[in-house]
């Protein structure tokens, strides 16, 4: 019913930026949480920025400042903005959505259950 697919990724040099898209099929762009997670190879899978279903914004502090998450409702698509990307930024990121439990706008990492297929973003120094 839901699928999404991300793109943008790729290689770039220290302090270069690029943008991530998700397109999401088959999923309302209202009522629901949109969040970039991103996992480095023998890393644990992070969350990078969350977008809740009113649009509110949170980002993780290691990007806060660099990343900027924004949507178009109209395409039903999502954007990750990544400036002064550095070496650690390097990792396969991806695209997730959540439906909020009734009450709440905002999402826990744990309630994505949607995800897209990731895209590889590498840094080099």
């Known amino acids: 019913r839901v699928q999404l697919v991300e793109s943008g990724g790729g290689a770039v040099q220290a302090g270069g930026s690029l943008r991530l898209s998700c397109a999401a099929f088959?999923?309302?762009?209202?009522?629901?949480?949109l969040g970039w997670f991103r996992q480095a190879p023998g890393k644990e899978r992070e969350g990078v920025v969350f977008?809740?279903?009113?649009?509110?914004?949170n980002y993780a502090d290691s990007v806060k400042g660099r990343f900027t998450i924004s949507q178009d409702n109209a395409k039903n698509t999502v954007y990750l903005q990544m400036n002064s990307l550095k070496p650690e930024d390097t990792a396969m990121y991806y695209c997730?959505?959540?439906?909020?439990?009734?009450?709440?706008?905002?999402?826990?990492?744990?309630?994505?259950?949607?995800w897209g297929q990731g895209t590889q973003v590498t840094v080099s120094s």
């Open positions: 997730a959505a959540a439906y909020p439990p009734y009450g709440r706008m905002w999402c826990r990492q744990s309630e994505f259950n949607y």
């Open positions: 088959g999923y309302t762009s209202s009522g629901h949480c």
């Open positions: 977008i809740s279903a009113d649009g509110g914004t």
